[in-house]
């Protein structure tokens, strides 16, 4: 029980160490910026049109009380109706571009890509028409967590057939919507995808087979993500010309001290985090991280069980998977620190995820706290993870695909500002550095629903009224702030927008 306090006066020590300075500094050329919503969070029309049932549809009307506010997403910001005014604060904001996600069940209502919903069809054509009419780029995600509920009830991403209907469903959205994206993202964070809803409770469809049913699935989603990726490089980028990636959730972990156990614990704790999905495909070797391999299997050994829990890959799927990616899509928020307690064993259930990485993960309470508990400002967490990822995978092109801030809600959100302020300036370092990041995409352009939080936590530039049925949108300080920043390509920390000044 010393070692925690010990920890715990250590990080005390850590200090924020980022000050902006009142210099003004420009973006480079040709960097963009955009914002980004998911279809769940924000669309409703649940059951409207033709639509199928998604994972979540299922979790929220199944057990309300596991939701915060016991909420759903049926009506949300109700973006299915009033997708043009979102287009129109995309255009208020500047936005160069738009990242939305489709819901596969609105599209094919049974997850296979025999029956096509053309409402849904037509509902994404308008949107993606609108973005074009306005002189912004639509950047489409193709799965952002809204599995058909006839998927899931065989097995969902724990099946590997899943590969084949998600390369279906695919092909379904190059054929429909490839003349005019292009800018796509196969999978947004995977590992939310298996451990966090089939390694745990944390997300639909709250599987919780630990230490096994995630590791199924990060193999099935990489393979997915990789076949899908293959399918447009080669039959639709000669005629459709985009770009296609992933985005990763990446959060820095940083060892609570200077010795070797902490180190190694913090490097566990990033490769199990992201470097599982990230080694196979941006690593020269490919394949899962050594780290990963090597602690699930002296695990699995230990506990008895016949291979490791970990599948593996096979020497073409490796080669499949490997460099199937045009561009690094980070989603990042946060740091935690991380060291390793030898007498902690037995924390976590086992097997596990957690128990697997062996890593305890605490947050230090002198750092800027938002409103999700999660959540903590430290911008040098962000620039450290910029600088890994150009070491470790040979500077590939990033686009940071989510960044934000959640509070408690209000229009003057000062803290959001500077969290923003503060992770961007970070950012011009990092590409003053040599990192190669190209475009930054706030989360999120309006306020949604925010998962088993409901609406309890606002990451909008936007506010949304969900009160009201007209669920108005009214721009928060911030929307002002990054407009600024967008018009200018310039960051000015000293800049006030005229209707906030006193
Ligand atoms: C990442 C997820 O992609 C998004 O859906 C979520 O709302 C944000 N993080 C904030 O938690």
């Not at 390369?167 to 298996?194: H, M, S």
């Not at 037995?346 to 947050?363: K, L, R, T």
């Amino acid at each position: 029980m010393i070692r925690p306090f010990l920890i715990l006066c250590v990080i005390f020590l850590h200090c924020n160490g980022e000050f902006l300075s009142n210099k003004i500094r420009k973006f480079p050329d040709g960097f963009q910026f955009g914002a980004s919503t998911s279809a769940y969070q924000i669309e409703g029309g649940w059951y409207e049109d033709g639509k199928g049932l998604s994972i979540w549809d299922i979790a929220t009307h199944t057990d309300p009380s596991q939701i915060k506010d016991k909420s759903t997403g049926d009506v949300a910001a109700d973006s299915y109706h009033l997708y043009k005014r979102d287009v129109e604060i995309a255009k208020e904001l500047g936005l160069d571009f738009y990242r939305f996600s489709v819901s596969w069940p609105r599209i094919l209502p049974k997850g296979f890509s025999e029956q096509i919903n053309q409402a849904g069809i037509d509902y994404y054509n308008n949107l993606i028409d609108e973005l074009l009419k306005n002189n912004i780029k639509p950047f489409l995600t193709m799965y952002h967590w809204d599995l058909p509920y006839e998927l899931q009830k065989l097995g969902g991403w724990v099946n590997p057939y899943i590969i084949d209907w998600f390369v279906d469903y695919a092909k379904v959205l190059y054929d429909n919507f490839g003349d005019r994206v292009k800018l796509w993202t196969t999978i947004n964070e995977p590992k939310q995808i298996c451990y966090e809803g089939y390694g745990s409770t944390l997300k639909a469809p709250m599987l919780n087979v630990t230490g096994v049913a995630e590791y199924i699935c990060a193999k099935n989603v990489l393979l997915a993500h990789a076949k899908a990726y293959h399918l447009y490089d080669e039959h639709y980028r000669k005629i459709q010309n985009g770009t296609i990636g992933i985005s990763i959730s990446c959060t820095w972990f940083e060892p609570a001290s200077d010795t070797v156990d902490d180190h190694q614990a913090a490097i566990d704790a990033r490769q199990f985090d992201w470097g599982q999905y990230a080694h196979p495909i941006f690593s020269k070797a490919g394949d899962f991280p050594l780290e990963l391999k090597r602690n699930i299997a002296l695990k699995s050994a230990e506990q008895g069980y016949p291979r490791s829990r970990l599948p593996e890959l096979s020497a073409s799927e490796i080669c499949l998977i490997r460099g199937s990616s045009d561009f690094f899509g980070v989603n990042s928020y946060t740091t935690k620190l991380t060291y390793r307690d030898a007498s902690l064993e037995g924390m976590y259930a086992v097997p596990s995820y957690m128990d697997d990485m062996a890593a305890v993960i605490i947050s230090n309470p002198a750092w800027p706290q938002a409103q999700s508990t999660w959540l903590q400002e430290v911008p040098w967490g962000f620039h450290k993870i910029l600088k890994e990822i150009m070491k470790l995978y040979d500077n590939p092109p990033v686009y940071i695909t989510e960044n934000g801030w959640s509070t408690s809600g209000g229009l003057l959100d000062e803290d959001r500002i500077r969290y923003y302020r503060n992770y961007l300036n970070v950012l011009l370092d990092a590409i003053e550095e040599g990192c190669d990041v190209r475009k930054f995409t706030a989360w999120t352009l309006i306020d949604n629903f925010e998962w088993k939080n409901g609406y309890t936590e606002k990451f909008g530039l936007y506010e949304v009224d969900f009160s009201s049925e007209k669920h108005n949108r009214t721009p928060r300080k911030s929307a002002y702030i990054y407009k600024e920043i967008i018009r200018t390509r310039t960051l000015d920390p000293t800049y006030e927008p005229e209707k906030f000044s006193v």
